[in-house]
T-cell receptor, first 118, second 113 residues
Framework: AQSVTQPDIHITVSEGASLELRCNYSYGATPYLFWYVQSPGQGLQLLLKYFSGDTLVQGIKGFEAEFKRSQSSFNLRKPSVHWSDAAEYFCAVVAGTMFSGGYNKLIFGAGTRLAVHP | IAGITQAPTSQILAAGRRMTLRCTQDMRHNAMYWYRQDLGLGLRLIHYSNTAGTTGKGEVPDGYSVSRANTDDFPLTLASAVPSQTSVYFC????????????FGSGTRLTVV
């Protein structure tokens, strides 16, 4: 079955340091991949998405992610973290026809909570 | 209203009671979704609707029902709440079922005691 794994539950970085959040997926074909961010008490906001083409995708808020088929990964990166980036980050993949009616839906990882030290 | 509105923001509910979580969007999106968020499990899809008048089951549909009488509203009903339904519930929408840039509401925190 299709799935997405985020190995790190919590990550703490210092403000100004670089960041990489890991995401691994399990899917037979080329997946559609996403990163969402959730600020405290808020819903999720789309950061970036990969469908095809250039494997390095740029998103909002200075984030980027790289699709690596050989590693089944879609890691999120930011060169310099700001205190406002403290949030929970979710990787997601579009699952195959696993639901009734044969429609594809987003499947989310468990999330990585990012803390930023001043 | 801008985007998705969920109500109530939070609720404490006695086990066995019936509860409807409301979700309204003003973007004329065709597809809508209900997710529950639990610590360590991320978001799991409960039910979805690709267009008004149709609904489908997600990963964890048991104990929940939905309806989609019009484009804007997608209520989620717990017929007889149980403590395992304590969670944060998010409603989301997208322009179509093939558009994965979902817009999320701010969530309803439900505690079943």
């Amino acid at each position: 079955a299709q799935s997405v794994t985020q190995p790190d539950i919590h990550i703490t970085v210092s403000e100004g340091a670089s960041l990489e959040l890991r995401c691994n997926y399990s899917y037979g074909a080329t997946p559609y991949l996403f990163w969402y961010v959730q600020s405290p008490g808020q819903g999720l906001q789309l950061l970036l998405k990969y469908f095809s083409g250039d494997t390095l995708v740029q998103g909002i808020k200075g984030f980027e992610a790289e699709f690596k088929r050989s590693q089944s990964s879609f890691n999120l990166r930011k060169p310099s973290v700001h205190w406002s980036d403290a949030a929970e980050y979710f990787c997601a993949v579009v699952a195959g026809t696993m639901f009734s009616g044969g429609y594809n839906k987003l499947i989310f990882g468990a999330g990585t909570r990012l803390a930023v030290h001043p | 209203i801008a985007g998705i509105t969920q109500a109530p923001t939070s609720q404490i509910l006695a086990a066995g009671r019936r509860m409807t979580l409301r979700c309204t969007q003003d973007m004329r999106h065709n597809a809508m979704y209900w997710y529950r968020q639990d610590l360590g499990l991320g978001l799991r899809l409960i039910h979805y609707s690709n267009t008004a008048g149709t609904t489908g089951k997600g990963e964890v549909p048991d104990g929940y029902s939905v309806s989609r009488a019009n484009t804007d509203d997608f209520p989620l009903t717990l017929a007889s709440a149980v403590p395992s339904q304590t969670s944060v519930y998010f409603c989301a929408s997208s322009e179509s079922q093939g558009d994965y840039g979902y817009t999320f509401g701010s969530g309803t925190r439900l505690t079943v005691v």
